[in-house]
């Protein structure tokens, strides 16, 4: 097979700035989570994009940030090992915000990863004028030396099959697909199911949860009897304050949060689904060691 490319590709911007929201546009499914709060994306998730022409291996990074907490400083790392192993970088700015210190810090760090091909995208061309996205090119152009800088819209799906094929174009040839065909995640199912229940939980509350919340999964039973899957899971959180925002007045909160999440984790497994939630506060697991480790960091 001539020809054929295929690699893996990361997008990288401040937080915010539609990188789960392409990942997923560009996969077709579900894969990424996404929530109009900054910092929701934790693990690198792979999606991945067949074309007859190749394979685009997209790993979702948790964004590049200063560290403040040791999950943070986890996170950073995270980042730094994925980098360091993509064959294409895709440096993301809104069209609608100007470029800013937050933008100019991750630029400045791509200079770390001299093997990975850059390439610039401005997200988000729907929610600005035409002036307006022709200036951020500019300003995009002005950073460094890009092999492209490709303007979309993931929302309303403009020009997502150019961005797709300029992608390909700079991945090295493969003599066939990386994962098989029918594969968009090499993410396991509990991990997926997890990320699901976060984002039904962070639908809706105040700035300071996302970073204070974990998702596990305790087990996951397919009933004989009847034609339905049973997950328990846990929610962590830090705070007894915080365990009672997520429950809410008399467990209205949580049991909207069960039925939000259920929606996607039936479609996943095409079963109906059972879901136990259980909040339970971990006391300041940001910061402990071995905390961090249960919970899969
Ligand atoms: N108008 C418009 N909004 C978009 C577009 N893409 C994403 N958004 C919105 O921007 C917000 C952030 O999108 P995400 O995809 O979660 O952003 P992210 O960069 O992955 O954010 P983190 O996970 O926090 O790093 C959401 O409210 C999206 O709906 C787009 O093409 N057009």
């Known amino acids: 097979m001539s020809d054929y490319h295929a690699g893996f590709v990361s997008f990288v911007g401040r937080p915010n700035v539609g990188k789960s929201t392409l990942t997923n546009a560009l996969v077709g499914e579900k894969v990424a989570i996404t929530s109009s709060k900054p910092q929701t994306t934790r693990r690198a998730i792979r999606g991945i994009v067949h074309q007859r022409g190749g394979q685009l ?23 730094q090992s994925t980098l360091g192993d993509v064959d294409v970088i895709g440096f993301c700015v809104p069209a609608d915000e100007k470029i ?32 307006q996205v022709a200036e951020q090119l500019l300003a995009v152009s002005a950073l460094r030396e890009w092999e492209a800088i490709i303007p979309i819209s993931a929302t309303s799906r403009i020009q997502l099959d150019t961005l797709t094929s300029e992608l390909l174009k700079l991945l090295p040839e493969s003599p066939g697909p990386l994962y098989p065909e029918d594969a968009v995640t090499d993410e396991g199912l509990e991990e997926r199911i997890a990320e699901y229940i976060r984002e039904a939980v962070l639908e809706g509350v105040e700035d300071e949860l996302p970073h204070s919340l974990a998702v596990t999964i305790d087990d996951i039973v397919e009933r004989d009897d009847k034609d339905l899957v049973e997950v328990y899971a846990n929610l962590f959180v830090e705070r007894d304050s915080q365990k009672a925002i997520v429950i809410g007045k008399g467990g209205s909160r949580i049991r909207d949060v069960g039925v939000e999440a259920r929606k996607p984790i039936e479609q996943l497994l095409g079963r109906k689904v059972f879901l136990s939630l259980r909040v339970k506060v971990a006391k300041d697991w940001q910061r402990d060691p071995k905390q961090l480790g249960r919970l899969g960091f």
Do not use: M, S, W
Request: glycine residues 10%.
């Open 100 to 131: 800013g210190p937050g933008d100019r810090f991750i630029n400045d760090q791509l200079d770390d990863y001299p093997n990975a091909k850059k390439v610039a995208i401005v997200t988000k061309i729907d929610a600005a004028g035409k002036t």
């Open 57 to 79: 291996v997209l790993v979702d990074t948790p964004g590049i940030h200063r560290p403040r907490t040791l999950l943070g400083e986890r996170l950073n790392t995270l980042v």
